[in-house]
């Protein structure tokens, strides 16, 4: 019987706890993966639900589907507490800088925020803004670092509903 060469046994042991290293990695990470695509479809799922909206011919209920999406004078303190608690759930600290309608008066309302923690409590703050129940569009955001802890500097617009610029049923 021909002996194996140890270089062989040693290449084929390596080979095997890899294969076996890069399996248990996949599976572990299919809980992520999955819940990563699900994420994914939701947004597609709701940028084609507020695509559909048109400025003419809109009949009462697309406009309850509006309004939901919209932040009115009275919601904007609820909201605000909003964003600030999604922040605190993950760890970062918000600390709101200004509020103002657009300028161009649009039916927009621009906030300015810094968001402030560890990297992943900042970034996981960032898409529970964008993923919330609002019409939200982010214009910019500046990330910065000091030591340990980061901060990012975002402005975003949301649907607003103030007297002069809400919607007429």
Same mark, same amino acid.
């Given at each position: 019987?021909?002996?194996?060469?140890? =270089?062989? /046994?040693?290449?084929?042991?390596?080979?095997? #706890?890899?294969?076996? *290293?890069?399996?248990?990695?996949?599976?572990?990470?299919?809980?992520?993966?999955?819940?990563?695509?699900?994420?994914?479809?939701?947004?597609? !799922?709701?940028?084609?639900? =507020?695509?559909?909206?048109?400025?003419?011919?809109?009949?009462?209920?697309?406009?309850?589907?509006? *309004? =939901?999406? !919209?932040?009115?004078?009275? &919601?904007?303190?609820?909201?605000?507490?909003?964003?600030?608690?999604?922040?605190?759930?993950?760890?970062? !600290? %918000? =600390?709101?800088?200004?509020?103002?309608?657009?300028?161009?008066?649009?039916?927009?309302?621009? #906030?300015?925020?810094?968001? *402030?923690?560890?990297?992943?409590?900042?970034?996981?703050?960032?898409?529970? %803004?964008?993923?919330?129940?609002?019409?939200?569009?982010?214009?910019?955001?500046?990330?910065?670092?000091?030591? /340990? !802890?980061? &901060?990012?500097?975002? #402005?975003?617009?949301?649907?607003?509903?103030?007297?002069?610029? *809400?919607?007429?049923?």
């Amino acid at each position: 019987m021909k002996k194996i060469p140890v =270089t062989t /046994t040693v290449l084929a042991v390596i080979v095997l #706890v890899l294969f076996g *290293s890069y399996l248990s990695f996949y599976v572990a990470n299919g809980n992520l993966l999955s819940e990563t695509l699900r994420v994914r479809a939701l947004a597609v !799922q709701a940028k084609s639900n =507020t695509g559909r909206f048109s400025s003419s011919g809109m009949g009462s209920e697309e406009h309850a589907d509006v *309004s =939901t999406y !919209q932040v009115t004078e009275e &919601q904007v303190p609820a909201f605000l507490a909003d964003i600030e608690g999604r922040g605190r759930s993950v760890g970062a !600290q %918000i =600390t709101v800088a200004s509020v103002e309608p657009e300028k161009s008066n649009n039916g927009k309302l621009r #906030v300015t925020l810094s968001i *402030s923690g560890n990297f992943p409590a900042v970034m996981q703050t960032l898409g529970l %803004i964008e993923y919330a129940p609002y019409g939200i569009s982010t214009s910019a955001v500046t990330l910065s670092k000091s030591g /340990t !802890q980061w &901060q990012a500097d975002v #402005v975003f617009t949301v649907l607003y509903a103030s007297a002069s610029a *809400s919607i007429k049923h």
